[in-house]
């Protein structure tokens, strides 16, 4: 585990208003009590390869690190400073317990991860608004609905059917979106308007999704498919031998 505690993303990626840390560390000490040896501050593929822990005589792996990175929401303007992912806030409000944040936070998204963000920046101090940007209604976020409803307790500020086009003097400029015909999956279409919004953003944070570690797979020699997601055999064995994913 690259961290330095045990836990990661039960730690690190799930705010402590949702899971105490001491639910995680009960687990981990049950764990640790069956006789698992835990090593932490190893990163696999950068401090220790797979081929490096065979020679140390390990059998079988078993590879379960997620999808660790963060994906930026694709608009002009992202680079700045004020600018990070999800993942990345959340890992620094878990492992610091608070972030460094003031005036309003603008977050990207609608699904549960976005829902997370949202509301544990409206923890943080300093921070005055935190809205919510969503193409759609709320009818149609990804988001399981008691998650929704969580954050709208806790003080998120909805804007719906907004679409970001780019991040500019301290805003967020957004062209606003309609509904449109139902699609085959049942979820309404949306279609552009020739109207913008600009909302206050001093701080945003791109909640659209995870990125799979293609990047560590392909260095330990594990093929992947057209989307970067490792291949794996009925077993969920991977093109290595005795390395399951």
Same mark, same amino acid.
């Given at each position: 585990?690259?961290?330095?505690?045990?836990?990661?993303?039960?730690?690190?990626?799930?705010?402590? @208003?949702?899971?105490?840390?001491?639910? #995680?560390?009960?687990?981990?000490? %049950?764990?640790?009590?069956?006789?698992?040896?835990?090593?932490? !501050? +190893?990163?696999?593929?950068?401090? #220790?390869? %797979?081929?490096?822990?065979?020679?140390?005589?390990? =059998?079988? @792996?078993?590879?379960? %690190?997620?999808?660790? !990175?963060?994906?930026?929401?694709?608009?002009?303007?992202?680079?700045?400073?004020? &600018?990070?992912?999800?993942?990345? @806030?959340? $890992?620094?409000?878990?492992?610091?317990?608070? @972030?460094?944040? *003031?005036?309003?936070? &603008? +977050?990207?998204?609608?699904?549960?991860?976005?829902?997370?963000?949202?509301? /544990?920046? =409206?923890?943080?101090?300093? +921070?005055?608004?935190?809205?919510? #940007?969503? $193409?759609?209604?709320?009818?149609?976020?990804? /988001?399981?609905?008691?998650?929704?409803?969580?954050?709208?307790?806790?003080?998120?500020?909805?804007?719906?059917?907004?679409?970001?086009? =780019?991040?500019?003097?301290?805003?967020?400029?957004?062209?606003?979106?309609?509904?449109?015909?139902?699609?085959?999956? !049942?979820?309404?279409?949306?279609?552009?308007?020739?109207?913008?919004?600009?909302?206050?953003?001093?701080?945003?944070?791109? /909640?659209?999704? *995870?990125?799979?570690?293609?990047?560590?797979?392909?260095?330990?020699?594990?093929?992947?498919?057209? $989307? !970067?997601?490792? =291949?794996?055999?009925?077993?969920?064995?991977?093109?290595?031998?005795?390395?399951? #994913?």
């Amino acid at each position: 585990e690259k961290n330095e505690r045990a836990g990661g993303m039960l730690e690190y990626g799930i705010p402590s @208003f949702k899971l105490e840390k001491s639910v #995680v560390q009960a687990e981990i000490d %049950i764990i640790k009590e069956m006789g698992v040896e835990i090593k932490t !501050g +190893v990163e696999v593929g950068k401090d #220790v390869t %797979i081929d490096e822990l065979r020679k140390q005589g390990y =059998k079988a @792996f078993y590879v379960a %690190i997620g999808c660790q !990175g963060g994906r930026k929401a694709g608009i002009p303007g992202e680079d700045a400073a004020n &600018v990070m992912t999800a993942v990345e @806030f959340l $890992r620094e409000v878990n492992a610091k317990e608070s @972030f460094p944040i *003031e005036g309003d936070v &603008v +977050v990207i998204g609608g699904g549960n991860t976005a829902m997370d963000t949202a509301r /544990a920046a =409206k923890r943080c101090d300093g +921070v005055e608004h935190v809205y919510l #940007v969503y $193409r759609r209604t709320k009818r149609y976020m990804p /988001a399981d609905e008691h998650e929704l409803v969580l954050a709208v307790e806790d003080g998120v500020e909805f804007r719906e059917l907004l679409a970001p086009e =780019k991040l500019e003097n301290g805003q967020l400029i957004c062209r606003v979106m309609k509904l449109g015909e139902l699609d085959a999956s !049942g979820r309404a279409g949306i279609v552009e308007t020739d109207e913008t919004v600009a909302v206050p953003a001093d701080r945003v944070i791109a /909640a659209v999704g *995870e990125k799979v570690p293609t990047d560590f797979y392909e260095a330990n020699g594990l093929q992947v498919d057209d $989307r !970067g997601r490792v =291949k794996v055999s009925p077993t969920l064995e991977s093109s290595v031998e005795n390395v399951y #994913v």
